[in-house]
């Protein structure tokens, strides 16, 4: 039996079109079935073909992908070390590889932060200003998470101008400098809470310091030298944390904001952060916390180059075994936005879980930690984000159309 949605006598043109043939992944089963759009919602599951006609045989329908943080646009911004390029050009850019990748909505994780260069609050707030006023030229559906370093207390009207945008962001906690400042001897996996009192500390005139923080120099433009005295100047603000945290906190649940927290490593870390409004795991990286998120109902978010790859290149969990454990509800495109569909193709070849739930890591899981209740899986009512997907059995699969609310948004039609 078809499930149906009433259109309903609007006076306006309805623009309706069909897939036809395609195995279309619904919420609890593949089933070769149609799916009918109309003015940028799903209307009708199983009936006739009305309108437009789509043929998606021997192709793959569901929903589109959902990334909660991306950070690859950095290259588009700044595609040398040093070398900035105009911002229009970057995003339009970003757009189409988003669109191309099957991702019809973004949270670009903008660094909010200290340091001069790339990552600099008022770059920051210009990206976010210049993606806005082109909202109209896009193709996607490009959000910010606000990727918040904590002691960069220069970003708070930022952060306020951003919740009172069109479109709600996210608000990342990330405490980059803390973990810069632990003690030689201690692993970024194994240190402990950032804001107690027993955290260990590093000393600044150590040369170690120098080599720790030279990558984070060169790109800020700085020389180590320089780039160490600004570091002990922001870590002299470490006392006032906490409270601007809170601060953050509040402003964004008011806002009806996400809030997630970065990179946690310990169960008191996601206790502290939960407790300010922030209810998503951010790539946790020590089982400890990301069973802490579990336990307390808390999303866990993982990079999908991480399950790509078939590891953490800096040594913290395994996204594909988190998945098999029931430790991961989405997985984020982090620096590369192919990531998303690989790390499905991966996690299928490995047998981690069934399709389904594989694709729900990039969409409806998303969806869920995002607040999305209008996307992220192919229901009747839902907003018609879609893709259509070329995989044949052993080999890459390959997006050939994304939809955006029913627009097309790419459409890669191969030459065979």
């Given at each position: 039996?078809a499930?149906?949605?009433?259109?309903?006598?609007?006076g306006?043109?309805t623009?309706i079109?069909?897939?036809?043939?395609?195995?279309v992944?619904l919420p609890d089963?593949?089933?070769e079935?149609t799916?009918?759009?109309?003015?940028?919602?799903?209307v009708e599951?199983?009936?006739?073909?009305?309108g437009y006609?789509?043929?998606?045989?021997e192709?793959?329908l569901a929903p589109?992908l959902?990334?909660v943080h991306?950070d690859?646009?950095?290259?588009?911004?700044?595609?040398?070390?040093?070398?900035y390029?105009?911002l229009?050009a970057?995003?339009?850019?970003t757009?189409?590889?988003?669109?191309?990748?099957?991702i019809?909505?973004?949270?670009?994780?903008?660094t909010?932060?200290w340091?001069?260069?790339?990552?600099?609050?008022?770059?920051g707030?210009d990206l976010?200003?210049?993606?806005?006023?082109?909202?109209p030229?896009?193709?996607?559906e490009?959000?910010?998470?606000l990727r918040w370093?904590?002691?960069?207390f220069?970003?708070l009207?930022i952060?306020?101008?951003?919740?009172?945008?069109?479109?709600?962001?996210s608000?990342?906690?990330?405490d980059?400098?803390s973990?810069?400042m632990?003690?030689?001897?201690?692993?970024?996996?194994d240190?402990g809470?950032?804001?107690?009192?027993?955290?260990?500390i590093?000393?600044l005139?150590?040369?170690?310091?120098k080599?720790?923080?030279a990558?984070?120099a060169?790109r800020?433009?700085?020389?180590?030298?320089?780039?160490?005295a600004?570091?002990s100047?922001?870590?002299?603000r470490?006392?006032?944390v906490?409270?601007?945290?809170?601060?953050?906190?509040?402003?964004?649940?008011?806002?009806?904001?996400p809030?997630?927290?970065h990179?946690d490593t310990?169960?008191?870390?996601?206790a502290?952060?939960?407790?300010?409004?922030?209810r998503?795991?951010?790539f946790p990286m020590?089982?400890?916390?990301?069973?802490?998120?579990r336990d307390?109902g808390?999303?866990?978010?993982?990079?999908a180059?991480?399950?790509?790859?078939?590891?953490?290149?800096i040594?913290?969990?395994?996204?594909g075994?988190?998945v098999?454990?029931g430790?991961?509800?989405?997985?984020?495109?982090?620096y590369?936005?192919?990531?998303?569909?690989?790390?499905?193709?991966?996690?299928d070849?490995e047998k981690?879980?069934?399709r389904?739930?594989l694709?729900?890591?990039?969409?409806?899981?998303p969806a869920r930690?995002?607040?999305l209740?209008?996307?992220?899986?192919i229901?009747v009512?839902q907003?018609?984000?879609?893709?259509?997907?070329?995989?044949?059995?052993?080999?890459t699969?390959?997006i050939?159309g994304t939809?955006v609310a029913?627009?097309?948004?790419?459409r890669g039609?191969?030459?065979?």
């Amino acid at each position: 039996m078809a499930l149906a949605f009433d259109i309903g006598k609007t006076g306006v043109t309805t623009v309706i079109q069909t897939f036809e043939g395609a195995q279309v992944y619904l919420p609890d089963q593949i089933v070769e079935t149609t799916v009918t759009v109309a003015d940028g919602r799903i209307v009708e599951i199983g009936g006739p073909v009305q309108g437009y006609r789509i043929d998606a045989r021997e192709m793959i329908l569901a929903p589109a992908l959902i990334d909660v943080h991306g950070d690859a646009f950095e290259r588009q911004v700044m595609p040398r070390p040093g070398v900035y390029f105009p911002l229009e050009a970057a995003v339009i850019d970003t757009d189409r590889q988003l669109a191309s990748n099957g991702i019809a909505t973004a949270y670009h994780a903008i660094t909010l932060g200290w340091e001069p260069g790339l990552r600099d609050v008022s770059r920051g707030r210009d990206l976010m200003r210049t993606m806005r006023a082109m909202a109209p030229r896009l193709t996607v559906e490009n959000r910010v998470q606000l990727r918040w370093e904590t002691f960069a207390f220069e970003a708070l009207d930022i952060i306020e101008e951003a919740l009172h945008g069109p479109l709600l962001p996210s608000i990342a906690f990330n405490d980059h400098t803390s973990m810069t400042m632990r003690a030689y001897d201690v692993p970024i996996q194994d240190r402990g809470f950032e804001l107690s009192p027993d955290f260990s500390i590093a000393a600044l005139d150590d040369e170690r310091m120098k080599t720790r923080t030279a990558s984070k120099a060169h790109r800020s433009g700085l020389s180590e030298d320089d780039y160490i005295a600004l570091l002990s100047r922001v870590w002299d603000r470490r006392a006032d944390v906490p409270d601007m945290i809170d601060r953050v906190g509040r402003i964004g649940t008011e806002a009806g904001a996400p809030m997630l927290s970065h990179d946690d490593t310990t169960p008191e870390t996601r206790a502290w952060f939960r407790d300010r409004g922030a209810r998503v795991s951010e790539f946790p990286m020590v089982l400890a916390a990301a069973q802490a998120a579990r336990d307390a109902g808390d999303a866990i978010i993982f990079g999908a180059p991480n399950a790509a790859r078939g590891g953490s290149h800096i040594g913290s969990l395994g996204a594909g075994d988190m998945v098999e454990a029931g430790l991961c509800d989405a997985l984020a495109s982090d620096y590369f936005y192919p990531a998303m569909l690989a790390a499905v193709a991966r996690l299928d070849a490995e047998k981690r879980a069934d399709r389904l739930t594989l694709w729900r890591l990039v969409s409806d899981g998303p969806a869920r930690a995002m607040n999305l209740s209008d996307r992220g899986s192919i229901r009747v009512g839902q907003r018609a984000d879609l893709v259509l997907i070329d995989w044949p059995q052993g080999h890459t699969p390959a997006i050939t159309g994304t939809w955006v609310a029913g627009r097309a948004a790419y459409r890669g039609l191969p030459t065979g």
